[in-house]
């Protein structure tokens, strides 16, 4: 082959590992003129310690063209580095829902969502109080997990997903007008994807997390306020009264048509980031010369 793509994980030591193991493979063959263009996409950090993999990248006399890497960074130029979306979490079995007039059409029993871990002092806390203390958890579709403490956050999941949960969670977001979205360890979240396939508009925290990387005046969630998301976006969640309040108002006629511009948002969003990725492939391994 002439060209190749690597698909690689580095969200976690144990990954970092293994693919460092990748990118010395690769490395000998493009030594060895095997191969002449390489291109990564990578799940980075959620705290954006992604720095084992620069050496490898050409501007730094290694033999990486093209970088996409998922989570914002300040290496971001759209250049070599592009942000890549996080999307939904395959790895747990999130499914690929598709678009359906009972979807968009549907009375949904609830005004919000949010099931997740509440981790001790967050900002997730807060809004666990916001909930109670307004009592507006008895109009929104609350569950939610302790922290596992000595636990990585995949495994803090895993450990409580089952079937059932993965179910109850999917008809969350599907009964619910809001899905709520508090940042974890990184603003950006699996959570804002999957709620956008169900037509569940999100309500997003605008603000960095402790481990989010700050790299520019629209951080966070640059990637998708450059794509106009139609999302909410809050700065406190005592915002949060405010904003279900209007969504009481609401008429169905109301929601449904924003639902339905919701979801071929995200369709359009997706069609975006693959039409731009085989642009910037083809721009710089098909070069005519």
Not at 144 to 160: D, G, H, I, V
Not at 234 to 243: F, M
Request: some cysteine; proline content about 5%; glycine content about 4%.
């Amino acid at each position: 082959m002439n060209s190749l793509i690597l698909v690689l994980n580095g969200r976690e030591q144990q990954k970092v590992s293994y693919s460092t193991r990748w990118l010395e493979h690769v490395q000998a063959l493009v030594q060895s003129n095997t191969i002449s263009h390489v291109a990564v996409v990578l799940l980075g950090n959620e705290q954006c310690n992604n720095d084992w993999i620069a050496p490898h990248l050409k501007r730094n006399g290694g033999f990486v063209d093209l970088l996409f890497l998922i989570y914002d960074s300040p290496w971001v130029n759209d250049k070599d580095v592009f942000q890549w979306p996080l999307g939904v979490a395959t790895y747990r079995e999130f499914p690929m829902i598709r678009p359906n007039a009972q979807l968009i059409t549907s009375n949904r029993p609830y005004l919000c969502n949010f099931l997740g871990t509440v981790y001790k002092n967050s900002s997730r806390e807060a809004l666990m109080n916001v909930l109670r203390q307004s009592g507006l958890d008895k109009e929104c579709l609350t569950t939610a997990r302790e922290k596992f403490k000595f636990l990585p956050p995949c495994l803090r999941w895993l450990s409580q997903e089952t079937a059932d949960s993965l179910r109850r969670y999917q008809t969350a977001l599907a009964q619910s007008e809001l899905t709520l979205c508090p940042v974890g360890i990184n603003t950006e979240c699996y959570r804002i994807y999957e709620a956008c396939s169900y037509g569940s508009v999100p309500v997003v925290e605008n603000v960095l997390s402790p481990g989010n990387c700050a790299a520019g005046p629209s951080s966070p969630l640059r990637l998708l306020k450059a794509a106009g998301a139609p999302f909410i976006f809050v700065n406190d969640w005592r915002e949060l009264p405010a904003i279900l309040e209007r969504e009481r108002g609401m008429s169905q006629e109301q929601r449904v048509d924003r639902r339905r511009r919701l979801l071929e948002w995200y369709s359009g969003f997706r069609r975006q980031m693959k039409n731009r990725f085989t642009e910037v492939i083809e721009e710089n391994f098909f070069k005519t010369v």
